[in-house]
């Protein structure tokens, strides 16, 4: 079996139609692959995850942002200098001891790439979006985020319009730290409820 043939082999249905799609694209001249390179590589190291770690970093640090955001996400993260769009309505929930927020798009896979960079593969999956929303304890199990029974757990659903921004608590042990260092604890997987910050002994110091 070729190398190719092996690569492919690993590849999901939609994954083989999207490099199917690319391919016809890129012989008749449609699409340029270095140009398709320089936007992934855009969203993954220049954009997400880390303008919304920024937003929700600077909202632990300053009370007065963290106020804007909750009130109008799109306004906060606006002010951070993104230029671009962020969504008709970009709407952050804060995660609190009582409560514990996650987002899903039940009909496609919309999503703030803007603010959160490319989304995981999971994100679109038929299974994660039927069960977040049927079973999102389970779900939030299968993550590695076991919650206390009285914790209320509320589903987000995403639309074309509308986005969310999940707003972790702080991780203990991290006063006094500056904007850069807490980014570091903030994943992508937190921001959309489906993970927690990491711990201070999670990075290097």
């Given at each position: 079996m070729s190398a190719d043939a092996h690569d492919h082999s690993e590849l999901s249905p939609i994954q083989l139609r999207v490099?199917?799609?690319?391919?016809?694209?890129?012989?008749?001249?449609?699409?340029?692959?270095?140009?398709?390179?320089?936007?992934?590589?855009?969203?993954?190291?220049?954009i997400g995850p880390h303008i919304g770690a920024r937003g929700v970093a600077r909202a632990w640090l300053d009370p007065e942002f963290k106020a804007v955001l909750l009130a109008d996400a799109t306004r906060a993260i606006t002010a951070l200098g993104v230029v671009s769009q962020v969504g008709d309505h970009l709407i952050a929930v804060e995660n609190t001891p009582g409560h514990h927020n996650m987002v899903v798009c039940t009909l496609c896979s919309c999503y703030p790439w803007d603010v959160l960079g490319l989304p995981p593969v999971w994100y679109k999956s038929a299974a994660?979006?039927?069960r977040a929303v049927s079973d999102p304890r389970g779900?939030?199990?299968?993550?590695?985020?076991?919650?206390?029974?009285?914790?209320?757990?509320?589903?987000?659903?995403?639309?074309?319009?509308t986005r969310?921004?999940?707003?972790?608590?702080?991780?203990?042990g991290t006063e006094g730290w500056p904007e850069e260092r807490l980014m570091r604890l903030i994943t992508r997987d937190c921001m959309i409820g489906t993970g927690l910050p990491l711990r201070p002994e999670e990075i290097s110091p």
């Open positions: 490099r199917a799609l690319e391919t016809i694209l890129t012989e008749k001249g449609y699409v340029d692959p270095a140009v398709l390179d320089l936007i992934v590589e855009r969203y993954q190291t220049k994660y979006r039927s779900v939030l199990a299968d993550f590695g985020v076991i919650l206390p029974e009285a914790t209320q757990i509320r589903v987000w659903d995403s639309t074309a319009e969310f921004l999940v707003v972790p608590p702080r991780p203990a």
